[in-house]
């Protein structure tokens, strides 16, 4: 703060500069990491991408039972799920030091 207790203005955008660039390099990191959910001790894995885009869902054989596609199905949400929450932490981890105490600015996962 300056005498007269007004902001220095000049400080305060360098830091939203700052701010910016260091929000631009998350969000870079975060557009090219890759990263899977598993369930059923690894029977199904998805593949999502740091944005939220699942590219791929791999089934074992071993868990295809047509007598029983209700266990299969809840393996594949479970490891969607398992992918989301990978996506949402490292968009924590990644937006967190950047976004600070400003509520996330409306980002996936904040």
């Not at 955008?13 to 929000?23: P, T």
């Not at 479970?78 to 924590?92: F, I, P, Y």
């Given at each position: 703060?300056r005498?007269?207790?007004?902001?220095?203005?000049?400080?305060?955008l360098?830091?939203?500069?700052?701010?910016?660039?260091?929000?631009?390099?998350?969000?870079?990191?975060?557009?090219?990491?890759?990263?899977?959910?598993?369930?059923?001790?690894?029977?199904?894995?998805?593949?999502?991408?740091?944005?939220?885009?699942?590219?791929?869902?791999?089934?074992?054989?071993?868990?295809?039972d047509?007598?029983?596609?209700?266990?299969?199905?809840?393996?594949?949400?479970?490891?969607?799920?398992?992918?989301?929450?990978?996506?949402?932490?490292?968009?924590?981890?990644?937006?967190?030091?950047?976004?600070?105490?400003?509520?996330?600015?409306?980002?996936?996962?904040?």
């Amino acid at each position: 703060m300056r005498p007269g207790g007004q902001p220095n203005m000049q400080q305060m955008l360098k830091q939203a500069q700052k701010m910016q660039q260091q929000l631009a390099v998350a969000q870079a990191e975060l557009a090219e990491a890759v990263l899977t959910g598993t369930a059923g001790g690894g029977l199904v894995t998805v593949t999502i991408t740091g944005a939220g885009e699942i590219t791929a869902v791999k089934i074992d054989p071993k868990a295809v039972d047509p007598e029983d596609v209700e266990t299969l199905e809840d393996l594949v949400l479970a490891a969607v799920h398992n992918a989301s929450e990978a996506v949402r932490k490292l968009t924590e981890e990644k937006m967190g030091p950047v976004t600070g105490g400003m509520g996330g600015l409306g980002l996936p996962g904040f």
